[in-house]
């Protein structure tokens, strides 16, 4: 089992026992608070995962306000602009836009507040049938390009 140590800033795993715990990341990253494995399906993303770099953390919080304030900033390749349309696959497919978390409509600083609730493990509110901050989604134009 893989897990986020979002105080430790570490990625860890260990045997489905518990034991062998290993830390398998240690640098880079700032309060994760969820990751998505290689076994993933091809466009599989995490909610709120506004970089695409594998893991929901601050910096995707820091990126919307970039966004949002129309400063530049970078994305993992491949992955959405902040505030792009992008169709995702719950019970059926859902156009949502990229980093608008909380599924209100819009890409705000509110959503960055809900990223850093959720690392803070305070409460999100979210609208009905949003994807929870931190779990993975397929997002149909990441596959077709
Ligand atoms: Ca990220
Ligand atoms: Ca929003």
Known sequence: MYWTDSGADKIQRANLDGGS????VTTGLFAP???????TP???VLWGDDDCNGAVAAVD????????AGLPYSQTDPCFGLGESVD????SATERIWGDVD???DLD???ALAILRKIAAFSVNQQPNCP???SSVLVADLTSG
């Open 61 to 68: 919080a820091l990126k919307n306000l970039q966004e949002v």
């Open 109 to 111: 600083s509110v959503d």
């Open 103 to 105: 599924c209100d409509g």
């Open 42 to 44: 091809p466009g599989a």
């Open 132 to 134: 929870e901050i931190g």
């Open 33 to 39: 608070v969820g990751i998505a494995l290689g076994a």
């Open 88 to 91: 995702i696959q719950l019970a």
């Open 21 to 24: 715990v290993e830390d398998l």
